[in-house]
T-cell receptor, first 114, second 112 residues
Framework: NAGVTQTPKFQVLKTGQSMTLQCAQD?????MYWYRQDPGMGLRLIYY???????DKGEVPNGYNVSRLNKREFSLRLESAAPSQTSVYFC?????????????FGPGTRLTVL | GDSVTQMEGPVTLSEEAFLTINCTYT??????LFWYVQYPGEGLQLLLK?????DKGSNKGFEATYRKETTSFHLEKGSVQVSDSAVYFC???????????FGAGTRLTVKP
């Protein structure tokens, strides 16, 4: 049982390049999330998908797009990377959104934009 | 909007010392409260949770009590170990809102 997996683990981009971060979960969860983690700021939600076929903006959506490809997979795309997007990105999933639903996290992707 | 404020770090303790990490929250509804732990190079893992006022969450010797009157959810452990060194995040989840709000995190280092 792999839980939440993310690829790649590390990535270095030049300003203006694009890339897609991949996330998959094998727990049959309905809801999936993308966060970024910056020093001293905790985790901030970028986008989430409450269920297959739906996506919603979180706290910091600018510069990102997402696709809920199917129930298992939720990708995050940077169309034109900027140095301000240097961060560690975490994908998470939960049975449902809100309430007492625990979120399960992937190991993260460390992204550097030069 | 809903928010979480937790004790600034870093915190450095000797093995077997008592630990408290403070966490307070602001919420319009009746949120569930969580503590997550992040070990170096890993994602976050749930440590404990409480879903209503006066509930006590506990796991691996850690405890936290949901105090509605003081809007707090402080994390405590009676005797820390070197293996407890990690970053601890307080978080809340509102039943009517889809996302979870996290505090800034508190780095704990336990020295032998």
């Amino acid at each position: 049982n792999a839980g939440v997996t993310q690829t790649p683990k590390f990535q270095v981009l030049k300003t203006g390049q694009s890339m897609t971060l991949q996330c998959a979960q094998d727990m049959n969860h309905n809801s999936m999330y993308w966060y970024r983690q910056d020093p001293g700021m905790g985790l901030r939600l970028i986008y989430y998908s409450a269920s297959e076929g739906t996506t919603d903006k979180g706290e910091v959506p600018n510069g990102y797009n997402v696709s809920r490809l199917n129930k298992r997979e939720f990708s995050l795309r940077l169309e034109s990377a900027a140095p301000s997007q240097t961060s560690v990105y975490f994908c998470a999933s939960s049975e449902r959104t809100g309430g007492n639903n625990e979120q399960f996290f992937g190991p993260g992707t460390r992204l550097t934009v030069l | 909007g809903d928010s979480v404020t937790q004790m600034e770090g870093p915190v450095t303790l000797s093995e077997e010392a008592f630990l408290t990490i403070n966490c307070t929250y602001t919420a319009t509804g009746y949120p569930s409260l969580f503590w997550y732990v992040q070990y170096p190079g890993e994602g976050l893992q749930l440590l404990l949770k409480a879903t209503k006022a006066d509930d006590k969450g506990s796991n691996k010797g850690f405890e936290a009590t949901y105090r509605k009157e003081t809007t707090s959810f402080h994390l405590e452990k009676g005797s820390v170990q070197v293996s407890d060194s990690a970053v601890y995040f307080c978080a809340l989840s509102d039943p009517w809102v889809g996302d979870m709000r996290f505090g800034a995190g508190t780095r704990l280092t336990v020295k032998p």
